[in-house]
C-alpha cells in the first residue's frame, strides 16, 4: 500500500525502468533528423547559437546530431540542453537563455504550445509505423464506411501522414486531414526555403497561425468554398461551415495511453473515437466513459469553491501567455475571496506540495499535455485555470464543456467569460457545498471600520455547536496549529556572551582527554 506522502522506499526498487533504444546507424540519422533542414534553417536565419533540445529517449544520438550540424555550421556555435524543468514536449527557453541563445531546433514529439522569446524549429523525427497495418486495422474497427471522420495524428508520425490519409481515403470516403499548426514567428526563416525545408502555407484560422499543408489536404480543401476552422492543442480541423464537428468521429494514430488521446476525448466529449497504436500496432474503438471522466473534474470543481487557500503552481515557464493566465487567476481568485500564493517548484511530484499543508487545493498552469495529472499521490486536489474559472466565476456554468489549454480562458478567446464580479461593495453570494453540505460564501464584503476578526472569514456551526473559524490566509493557519516550529522564546532567555564550546574530535574532546 503506498503512502500518500512519504513511504520505505519499495516504490523506486520495484519501479520497471524503460530501455534505453539503441543508437540509429550513421547514415540513417541526417534522414531521421533533418540534419540539412536544420543546417538550412541555421544559415538562413543567421543564428550564431544554436540550442539544441532532445527528449531523454533521443539522447542517445544528441551528441552525433549536434556534431553533424556543427560540421555544416562552422561559423554557429552547436549545444545539447540538459534536462529540461518541465515537460520535455515544451520547448526550454529558460534554459536556452541561460547560454544566451539565438534559436532552439525541438527535436521529437511537441505539444506544440506556442513560446515567445526564441525563434523555433522543430523535428519531429520519423518513428516506426507500418502503414499497409495501420491502415488495414483501421477498416476493420471502423465498419461505417461513410461515416464523416477526423485523421489526427501524433507529431512523430507526422512523415507518414500523407500515405496513410491517401490510402484512408479510399475507405472512408468523408475523411478530413487534421493539419499540425505552428506559430507563424517561429518560422520567418523558413517560409521561403521552398520544399527542402517544409512546404508551408498561410492558414486562415489565425493571423498568428501557420498551417504544414500536404498537397492532399490543399486539394481537398480547395474543393470547399466556405468552411470553418477548429484548432485546437496544435491541431487545426477545417469543416464546412454548415456541419457542427459534433457530427464527426475521430481517427487517432499514436501513443494511445499518452495525454494528446486524453485531451482530444475531453474536448470533443460528444465524438466517438478511433485509434490505432503503432507501438503494439493494435487498433480499437475507445471506451474510455468520458461522462465519468467529466464528473470526476466536477467533483474537483466543487473542491475548488469549498478551498479558502489557493495555490497557483506554474508549470511552465516557456508557453506564451502563462504570466497573463497567473495574472487572470489572482483577479478571479481575490474577486471569490480567496487567498491566492504563487508556487514555482520545477517538476511536480507529491512530496514538493506536501511541504504547503495550508493550501487547500491547487490550480496548474502548464500545457495542454501536462495539464491532467494522476492525483492518487498528491496530498492535495490538482485543478486546472478553467476548472478555477468555472468555480470562481458566476457568470460561468458548467456545461460539459472543456479544455485543458490555459489559453482559451483569456479575453479573446474561445471559452473567455466576463465575471460577473464588478468588485464594487458588497457581492457576497452563497450556496451550499455538495460536498461538505454547509453553507459556503464567495466574493469579498465592503468594510467600513475595523474589526478585529477580518471581513472575510467565514464560521461553521458544527454538529456539536462549537464555531470553528476557517483561515483565510498561510498566517492564520500557522496560528491555529499546534506546533509551529522551534520557539524563538524572545525575551525569555538571558542575553550571554558567546562563550568557548567543545574542542576536538567524537573520539575524544579536548575536556574528556583532561578527565583521564
Known sequence: ?????????????????????????????????????????????????????????????????????????????????????????????????????????????????????????????????????????LAEVCSDTYMKAVLVYDTVYSHA?????????????????????????????????????????????????????????TSSSKSQPASSFISKYGRTIEIPITEDIDSYSFIFIGDTEGSSLTNLMMTFNRCPFYSYNPLNMKSRKETLNVNKALMKRYYLIERAKDANIVGIVVGTLGVASYRNVIEHLKLLLKKAGKKSYTFVVGKLNPAKLANFAEVDIYVLVACPESTLLDQSDFYRPIVSPLEMEIACNQAREWTGEYSTDFRDILPGASLHVENADTGEGDNIRTDVSLISNRVRALGVKETTGVSSVSSQDLLLRSESLAVASLAENAGEFLASRSWKGLERKLGETPVIKAAEGQFGIAAGYQHELADV
Open 1 to 137: 500500500m503506498s503512502v500518500t506522502v512519504f513511504n520505505s522506499g519499495e516504490e523506486v526498487i520495484q519501479r520497471k525502468i524503460e530501455c534505453v533504444p539503441q543508437a540509429l546507424q550513421t547514415d540513417n540519422v541526417d534522414d531521421v533528423y533533418e540534419i540539412n533542414k536544420s543546417v538550412v534553417w541555421i544559415t538562413q536565419g543567421g543564428f550564431k547559437r544554436v540550442a539544441l533540445q532532445f527528449p531523454d529517449e533521443l539522447l542517445v544520438d544528441a551528441a552525433y546530431v549536434a556534431a553533424r550540424i556543427q560540421e555544416k555550421v562552422e561559423d554557429a556555435l552547436v549545444f545539447i540542453l540538459g534536462d529540461t524543468s518541465y515537460g520535455s514536449c515544451c520547448v526550454d527557453e529558460i534554459s536556452a537563455q541561460h547560454y544566451k541563445a539565438d534559436c532552439i531546433i525541438h527535436f521529437g514529439r511537441s505539444c506544440l504550445s506556442p513560446t515567445g522569446r526564441l525563434p523555433v524549429l522543430y523535428i519531429f523525427g520519423k518513428s516506426n509505423i507500418i502503414v499497409d497495418d495501420c491502415v488495414h486495422q
Open 161 to 217: 501522414i500523407d500515405e496513410i490519409f491517401s490510402k484512408l481515403r479510399c475507405i472512408f470516403k468523408h475523411l478530413i486531414l487534421s493539419e499540425l499548426a505552428v506559430p507563424k514567428h517561429l518560422l520567418t526563416s523558413t517560409t521561403s526555403q521552398g520544399s527542402e525545408v517544409s512546404d508551408i502555407v498561410t492558414s486562415p484560422v489565425a493571423d498568428d497561425i501557420v498551417v504544414n499543408h500536404t498537397s492532399q489536404a
